[in-house]
């Protein structure tokens, strides 16, 4: 039955057209249902989309709203509540660790996002890397919070301890260090308020929340 469906297939498209198609279907796979529930996440809502090529660990500790995807090649492990509609896109970095790390409703990471929780002592009055034993270090953990409608720019670094209130937006390359305020825009390292956020987007919420 293959065969004749390849065969098909292959009279129809030029055979370079096809192995596109096969390649990029392949690149953006995602897990199905039964793939989703081996892996007995703490909880997983509706339609949440994870890919294939995503690496993620203890997800005993991970919980996932409705509608949420996470896209090629990201890392996401530790104690982690993803809520709904959000969407952690290619090569982003998401450590909940032992403090944890709230993502809220309607979030959006952009490509090479970084967030952590936890971070050693770079002053140099203890050692680094986990290869040395605890007794020698002083690593910093904190928990992290990215409120609902948060955007987060490519290439952008939310470290420990950072809330980033309810729809921040952050520009790309930018380093976040300290919390920030509800509907702000940021940018730059460190990154820094420079000016307010419009807020047209929850009246689109309440039209898109009405609709399902």
Known sequence: MLLVVVRMLLRLFPANVLVFYLRLERILSYLNENELSEMRFKSLGANVKISSRASIYNPELIEIGDNSRIDDFCVISGNLRIGRNVHITPQCLVAGGE?????????????????????????????????????????????????????VGAGSIIMPGVNLGEGTSVGANSLVLKSTERWSVVVGSPAKKIKDRERGLLELEKQYLSNE
């Open 99 to 151: 403090p944890g790390l709230e993502i809220e409703d309607f979030v959006a990471l952009a490509y090479g996002v970084k967030v952590f929780t936890h971070s050693d002592d770079y002053s140099g009055r203890t050692m680094t890397n986990s290869t040395v034993p605890k007794e020698y270090k002083q690593e910093i953990k904190m928990s992290v919070v990215i409120g609902r409608h948060s955007i």
